[in-house]
């Protein structure tokens, strides 16, 4: 069996002896180049399955480089792994490329052992798409999981090569009524999305933010009218943007079960108001169900489920939670299914070397102890976790470096939570912690810069090393406390590509279903 080949661009030579012994491990060939022109020699020479390069190349731009090998039918296939920001100026985020999304990135201080497996799994991921790709090009219906295979990479895969057919996607989660969605393409190009009674750009969208469930792609000629016009490529890259809007916010929307009640009479609000706000108030007089109104709207999921929460914190609808479908008969369970299964797979391929497999780590930092005292109260509620008899009585301190306790994902796999001091002398300990987790909660009781100050060396010293980092954001809302996670991003400087919840003390809205909405942004 040939070994895969690695082309190792413009690293200083002990970083790339580094990562050439970590590769050779695996049974990589690696070679090396100076600079972006003799990167283009070496690939169109021999073409490798992953260039890792640094971001700022010279002589070639990186971005250049990546359009000049996709423009070339020999060299389209290569990987690019870059280290440092991204060729378009994005943070590293972990799926961004200049031309590709199969592509990745890194911090720049990455080790070469973390290098090495990210290319280990860039690698698993191409032989999977490259094994829908023969078989779609042999006019074969292939099937395949989302989970293994997302779905913005198969329209990118066939985009590329041009194939004509529909892309059949349907999902189950728990007890819900299954759903059921299509794609279709001609030569590429997305033409018509549908998923339920949503059709169009939106459908598309909503599909794209599907992370499990499964896919069918069955070649054919596409004879219908297009219903979507915009150029694929400008889509997907529209819907990242917009489905990293939507994980950013999505702790702190409704629930599409959720139903919607005017307080304020319509003839008391003003004519002059934002077109979804204005679409929203006429859909209101037909539909009171989040969801009707999600389908019903010309505009994002997101868009909508942002427009009803902010009417809602400024008084104007009520939002009530209701059972969703196929709920009424169903276990308490926290997790779902698919839910369950993406934190096995992640155990499985992602933990590090000597942790166990079935136990994933949650590290906890409070601003005070009084903070972290009444989020254990509320996780007492979890069906599932389990309290460390220590702490029994909520005595925690702010000093303590201590397992709180357990939450059971299902039958055998489980989530520790790690209570963690922010006092500077247990600063060495912070970003080893942070090793292999699902990432840090930050826990405060409101935005304010004295909270935010206690926590900032801790943030600051796990993301120096290791820039990749997740971090999540909890206020506790004292009783009668009203705030929308958007007014919390021009204050806090921590935010910064953080996921922030809000979670009232007391109020309307049911802790548990706030606390299934943090888990659920905290699974892999």
Known sequence: MTSSSILVVQLVSNRARQLADACATRGFETSFASNGATALEAALTNVPDVMVAAADLDLIEAETLVEILRANPRTQGVRFLFLGHSPLGREPQGRNSAGSFFDDSLPLSASAEEIALRIEAILAQRKRI?????????????????????????LQLFHMNQRTGTIELTRQEGGAQGE????????????????????????????????????????????????ITTPTRALLMEALRQLDEWDQLKGSLPAPSARVRMIVPREELPNAVHPVTQE?????????RVGELMDRSAFPDYQVLRTLQALSDRGIVQLRREPAYGEAGRSDALFEPAQQQRLRE???????????????????????????REFVRLLAALPGFRLEPGFRNEQIRQDDLATLGRLDVDDSVGIQLLHVPTAKRFEACWPVLAQ????????????????????????????????????????MLPKGEKLAAAELQPSLGLLDQASVFLLPLEGDRDPVTLLRAVFARILP
Request: hydrophobic share 45%; charged share 30%.
């Open 280 to 288: 929203l108030l006429d859909l209101l007089e037909h539909d009171d």
């Open 130 to 154: 490259d094994a829908v790709d023969r078989e779609a090009e042999a006019e074969q219906a292939v099937q395949g999981k989302l989970s293994q295979i997302p779905l913005t990479d198969l």
């Open 180 to 227: 059921h969605g299509a794609l279709v393409l001609r030569e590429g190009n997305l033409i018509q999305a549908t998923v339920g009674r949503v059709e169009g750009e939106k459908a598309l969208f909503r599909l794209l933010a599907w992370r499990d469930g499964g896919f069918a792609f069955r070649p054919g000629t596409v004879t219908m009218a297009p219903r």
């Open 436 to 475: 292999g987790s699902l990432g840090t909660i930050l826990l405060m009781d409101s935005p304010q810069r004295e909270g935010e100050e206690r926590l900032r060396p801790l943030v600051e010293r796990i993301r120096t090393q290791r820039a990749d980092a997740r971090i999540f954001h909890v206020f």
């Open 346 to 372: 992640w155990l499985q391929s992602g933990r590090p070397r000597g942790a166990p497999a079935r136990e994933a780590k949650l590290l906890l930092a409070a601003a005070d102890a009084s903070v972290a």
